[in-house]
């Protein structure tokens, strides 16, 4: 299994996403290894460039500490795709994010969940049919999940609380910042 902070130096460099990431992995075997490559090898792994291999071979150098200090002070761990721990179904798909920052715990039955998305500005009848659904889902035996914005993910949320059922809150706001900010306490309860 990848150290993470060798998958968070490659995560780091210019031009690898998701889908760069897998190809370095499947070529080298590892991010350590991937970091370690002569240029010309990076080169040969399909979608990476020349400067996107200079970029790679420069990001060995990329220090991951001040991030994972910053994760272990908001008890926020880490995840790899490599994880045991990092869900089944998010890493079988085409481009699974390479890291997941988590805070809270992920259980096996978060395994069956459902998301409901929608709307920031939904109606009072799209507010309510969201929490109805959270009830019922839960009440089924899945997990919740949404994205904890204003709206119809905020309702879901409630919905799931509401009938003391799992929900996840996926953000994409980054290491400890919530938003809106409205929502602290709800995602303190999640």
């Given at each position: ?43 040969r792994v399909e979608g990476v460039s020349r400067k996107a291999a200079e970029a790679i071979a420069s990001c060995a150098a990329f220090d991951p500490e001040p991030e994972l200090a ?77 994205g904890l914005a204003r709206g119809v993910d905020s309702s879901a949320h409630e919905g799931a ?30």
């Amino acid at each position: 299994m990848d150290r993470v902070e060798n998958v968070m130096r490659l995560a780091a460099c210019a031009g690898v996403g998701p889908r760069t990431y897998r190809r370095l992995i499947d070529a080298f075997g590892s991010a350590e290894e991937a970091l370690g490559a002569p240029i010309a090898a990076l080169e040969r792994v399909e979608g990476v460039s020349r400067k996107a291999a200079e970029a790679i071979a420069s990001c060995a150098a990329f220090d991951p500490e001040p991030e994972l200090a910053r994760a272990g002070e908001r008890q926020v761990r880490i995840l790899t795709q490599s994880d045991p721990e990092y869900p089944r179904q998010l890493r079988a798909i085409d481009d699974p994010p390479i890291l997941l920052y988590v805070r809270g715990e992920l259980r096996p039955t978060d395994a069956i969940a459902i998301a409901i998305v929608g709307t920031r500005e939904p109606s009072s009848y799209g507010h309510a049919q969201a929490r109805r659904f959270a009830v019922a889902l839960v009440k089924a035996g899945f997990t919740v999940v949404s994205g904890l914005a204003r709206g119809v993910d905020s309702s879901a949320h409630e919905g799931a609380l509401g009938a003391q059922g799992r929900t996840i809150a996926v953000l994409g706001t980054g290491l400890g910042r919530i938003y809106p900010e409205e929502n602290r306490d709800m995602a303190a309860e999640i």
